[in-house]
């Protein structure tokens, strides 16, 4: 109860009360426009809260990151366009209901399964925190070290059919994080002898070059698409009445979104895949499922907003991101020297559930600012996509201008942004590497550390979470290993 | 590559021959610069090498590369590629804008410079109504009190501030 009212007391500053509300209908907006996405926002508005508290820089971005997925659902139901790339698998059972002039049915539903969501996520991170600040000591270098590398394992085998790309690009990542004078020894490495490498390359002029400015590039380059929006009818308030019908697939899918988002490298398109196929594999009427089921709705939607709260747990307890907004919520936390680990959960106890508390205030705003706002809102689905690409290249500008005022930092990430272009155009992913930047640093660090005491191989395991880090290595190389060989064998049979 | 690989394949084709090969060869040139560009410490474990993690970074991008350059499922350059290239060529332009905005900025002052730039590239690109323009205006001028009156992120003033009166300049150089 201590820990509980010493959170509230961190929230209850006029700072943190406008930083929610500035993440939450911030979010919503950028979620509901397509093309922006929260990556971009995230990355562009970083510097910004560098300036601020650690609390209230976190709480504008979790805000942004918490409720962007609110957004996405509206461009994706009304006008089959995911305003996210996480609400893909709202648009198989959303646009299916806009078409039989179920628009407003769709969208309520929408809402509350993920208002259930993102509520269920946190009310189980809450519970379980006591229990994680018991286990987050557990976890010693080798550990760290080892959940680091199941995060960038499982990241590579997360993009099928481009594992090998996946993994080539998280190896450049690593690469790119080693650039510059190395920490023990103090030697330069890959500097070529030019001064502004010494330094090393700077994680958020990378994220704001494959993110934003690559998106910028990639709207510019393309053409204004001309929408027709549906006119709403009904109630707001009906999908929470009819998410109430659907209680199983709305437990079983927020469990989902919790254990995946807890995962690092997994997140919220596996926890929705696995929503939707066990929604579909239950239901009375499995053929309805991608032609606008209502459980298919609730699936996608619950699943995936209950991921971000979910993801802060390797993030917050062994100071590990599993995913990209993730790792540049770390710099936040780097910046202002909060070290995120066990030692945090240990003797900040009440800053961690005053995060939780954050986004659990979040989740009320949004749905009250979206049961009222959404008739007016939905006019945001129509700015033009180069119009878009304009106002993303000027804030970018920001983003990696004020960090240093460096015109050499403007060239950098002007180059990773032609770079994130290529990717975009090719279809490939540009997330492995900002983890192998991030969880390569952290890699090279823990290895070091843990193997100071290590005569042997089997002395890096000998501790009971290192070994079930191990197996699960393991584990997952194998099933990986597996999926490959039935794919050959099917290939090989057709 | 034949129909069939065609539509097994699920993300483009066109361009990923050439990306595949610039890769790796980029990865190599790096791993040949790895005992010149990394040092190796005698006495010293090899997880604690100066060496250790650069070569684990640019060896899995070789390794890796190499591979994913022998299982993609082209082999020979198609007239869809010469097309990818010049969509990969033309985005050239929005860098030089974003350059040439990055280089005005601390010449120009932050408000002045974007109130030009941003509608100027609506212009650009084939916006000609009036609200098109008077949005690019509005946009320009909010996003400056937002960053720079409002966050105060650190973006100099201008250099044609200087020739301002004195009362103006300082309000100019904090704000705008």
Not at chain 1, 28 to 44: D, E
Not at chain 1, 313 to 331: K, N, R
Not at chain 1, 434 to 451: F, H, P, S, T, W
Not at chain 2, 99 to 115: K, Q
Request: hydrophobic fraction near 55%; charged fraction near 15%; aromatic fraction near 12%.
């Amino acid at each position: 109860m201590d820990t509980f009212l010493a959170a509230a007391e961190i929230l209850a500053r006029w700072d943190v009360i406008l930083a929610l509300l500035v993440g939450s209908v911030g979010g919503v907006l950028i979620g509901a426009i397509p093309g922006v996405g929260p990556a971009v926002a995230i990355a562009i508005l970083l510097p910004a809260t560098f300036s601020m508290d650690p609390i209230v820089g976190l709480t504008v971005l979790l805000g942004i990151y918490g409720s962007s997925m609110y957004g996405g659902a509206i461009p994706a139901i009304l006008i089959n366009t995911p305003g996210t790339a996480v609400n893909a698998l709202t648009t198989y059972d959303g646009f299916p209901m806009t078409q039989r002039g179920e628009a407003r049915r769709a969208l309520s539903l929408a809402y509350s399964a993920s208002f259930f969501g993102g509520m269920f996520s946190v009310i189980c991170l809450i519970l379980f925190a006591p229990v994680l600040a018991r286990v987050a000591p557990m976890f010693g270098s080798r550990e760290i070290f080892l959940a680091a590398l199941l995060g960038l394992i499982l990241v590579v085998v997360a993009h099928r059919g481009q594992s090998l790309i996946a993994a080539a690009l998280a190896s450049f990542g690593i690469f790119l994080n080693t650039i510059g004078l190395e920490p023990v020894k103090y030697t330069k490495r890959y500097t070529f002898d030019q001064a502004w490498l010494s330094s090393g390359i700077n994680l958020i002029v990378v994220v704001l070059g494959l993110f934003a400015l690559s998106q910028a590039f990639f709207l510019l380059q393309g053409k204004d698409e001309k929408l027709e929006l549906t006119r709403l009818k009904g109630g707001m308030f009906q999908g929470l009445r009819e998410l109430s019908r659907h209680p199983r697939v709305a437990s079983v899918s927020a469990g989902f979104g919790v254990l995946m988002g807890m995962i690092p490298g997994v997140g919220e398109f596996t926890a929705q895949f696995l929503s939707y196929t066990y929604a579909q594999r239950s239901s009375k009427t499995p053929e309805a499922f991608g032609n606008g089921a209502p459980e298919g709705l609730i699936a996608a939607e619950t699943a995936n907003n209950a991921v971000p709260a979910a993801a802060m747990v390797p993030l917050l307890a062994l100071g590990i991101p599993g995913e990209a907004l993730t790792a540049m919520m770390l710099s936040v936390f780097y910046v202002h020297n909060v070290v995120p680990g066990p030692q945090l959960f240990q003797n900040d106890m009440p800053f961690v559930v005053a995060l939780y508390l954050a986004l659990l205030i979040l989740n009320l705003l949004v749905l009250g600012f979206l049961l009222f706002a959404t008739n007016g809102l939905i006019k945001v689905v129509k700015i033009p996509n180069r119009f878009l690409g304009v106002a993303i290249l000027t804030l970018s500008f920001v983003g990696v201008y004020s960090l240093r005022n460096s015109f050499t930092d403007c060239l950098v990430a002007a180059g990773f942004g032609i770079f994130g272009f290529v990717l975009k155009r090719l279809d490939l992913p540009a997330v492995p590497i900002v983890l192998g930047m991030v969880l390569g640093g952290i890699m090279e660090v823990k290895l070091r550390a843990g193997m100071a005491r290590v005569k042997t191989p089997w002395d890096f395991i000998d501790r009971p979470v290192a070994m079930i880090l191990f197996l699960m290595i393991l584990g997952v190389l194998a099933l990986h290993v597996r999926t490959l060989w039935k794919a050959r064998k099917q290939r090989q049979t057709r | 590559m034949n129909a069939d690989e065609q539509k097994r394949q699920k993300w483009p084709i066109r361009g990923q021959l050439l990306f595949a090969l610039v890769f790796l060869l980029a990865s190599l040139l790096l791993l040949s610069q790895l005992g010149v560009e990394t040092k190796w410490i005698k006495k010293a474990k090899l997880v604690a090498q100066p060496r250790f993690w650069p070569a684990v970074g640019v060896c899995g991008m070789v390794l890796f590369s190499a591979l994913h350059l022998w299982r993609l499922p082209v082999k020979r350059f198609h007239t869809a590629d010469f097309v990818e290239w010049k969509v990969w060529f033309f985005a050239i332009e929005w860098v030089l804008w974003f350059l040439a905005y990055v280089w005005l900025v601390p010449l120009g002052g932050y408000l002045p410079v974007t109130m030009i730039f941003v509608p100027l590239m609506v212009w650009r690109l084939g916006y000609r109504g009036w609200p098109m323009m008077a949005a690019s205006v509005g946009f320009a001028v909010a996003v400056v009190l937002l960053f720079k009156a409002f966050l105060q992120v650190k973006i100099p003033g201008g250099a044609v501030y200087d020739y301002l009166p004195d009362a103006l300049r300082s309000a100019f150089i904090l704000y705008f």
